[in-house]
């Protein structure tokens, strides 16, 4: 059993950068990981994703302005969002799995979610 924890979230202008963090109960080395959002009214939709082994992918919506990455030895994920548009606003959330699930919403493990809202 995984437990996932979100922080970093907070309400910043259009153009403006956060990071979000997303930390693991349990060893992340051999998981694939992504960040997720929902906007209020509407579905959650993928953002990113890193693999077990490294390698990351993003909605084209956010590619050039977000990164995803992990540190494994703290067992943390992060995402670090740069030039935040007002339609980035939204609840972001981290997930997990032991198999690759890409941008879908089959992944066994979630956080909570930290709140991000962008003003223009």
């Known amino acids: 059993q995984m437990r996932l924890v979100e922080s970093g979230g907070g309400s910043v202008q259009a153009g403006g950068s956060l990071t979000l963090s997303c930390s693991a109960s349990?060893?992340?080395?051999?998981?694939?990981m992504g960040w997720f959002r929902q906007a209020p009214g509407e579905e959650r939709e993928g953002v990113a994703t890193?693999?077990?082994?490294?390698?990351?992918y993003y909605a084209d919506s956010v590619k050039g302005r977000f990164a995803a990455s992990r540190n494994i030895a703290k067992q943390t994920l992060y995402l670090q969002m740069d030039n935040l548009q007002p339609e980035d606003t939204g609840m972001y959330y981290c997930?997990?799995?032991?198999?690759?699930?890409?941008?879908?919403?089959?992944?066994?493990?979630w956080g909570q979610g930290t709140q991000v809202t962008v003003s223009s």
């Open positions: 890193i693999a077990s082994y490294g390698r990351t």
């Open positions: 997930a997990a799995d032991r198999n690759s699930r890409e941008l879908t919403l089959a992944y066994t493990y």
């Open positions: 349990t060893d992340i080395s051999g998981y694939y």
